[in-house]
Nanobody, 129 residues
Framework: QVQLVESGGGSVQTGGSLRLSCAASGYIYDNKCMGWFRQAPGKDREGVAGLYIVGGRTYYADSVKGRFTISRDNAKNTVYLQMSSLKPEDTAMYYC??????????????????????WGQGTQVTVSS
């Protein structure tokens, strides 16, 4: 089992910044992806950023490239999402994601984000204009 606890959400104005944190505990499969998804009201959950634990290669949705950065502190078993130049359309519940034994071996392929094995409870990000 993996437990994921997000923090760092809040309300900011357009152009502001936030850093989300995801503290992971339990057995972390290091041959998997870890990442962030988001879900706005009335919309499907979408992949935002992913990172391979081994190697550290990162992936981003086109909508956040150049503005968001995913990183991991292995010593703290924590994944971060640094968000800058925030826009109102970034308003959503943000979820941390990790792989299970049979899921999330890949973060994304041809624009399709793979479904993880574990989800955090989410942290709300609200960007006002």
């Amino acid at each position: 089992q993996v437990q994921l606890v997000e923090s760092g959400g809040g309300s900011v104005q357009t152009g502001g910044s936030l850093r989300l944190s995801c503290a992971a505990s339990g057995y972390i499969y290091d041959n998997k992806c870890m990442g962030w998804f988001r879900q706005a009201p009335g919309k499907d959950r979408e992949g935002v950023a992913g990172l391979y634990i081994v190697g550290g290669r990162t992936y981003y949705a086109d909508s956040v490239k150049g503005r968001f950065t995913i990183s991991r502190d292995n010593a703290k078993n924590t994944v971060y999402l640094q968000m800058s130049s925030l826009k109102p359309e970034d308003t959503a519940m943000y979820y941390c994601a990790a792989g299970s034994s049979d899921r999330y071996a890949r973060c994304v392929s041809d624009g399709t984000w793979y479904s993880p094995g574990y989800w955090g409870q989410g942290t709300q990000v609200t960007v006002s204009s």
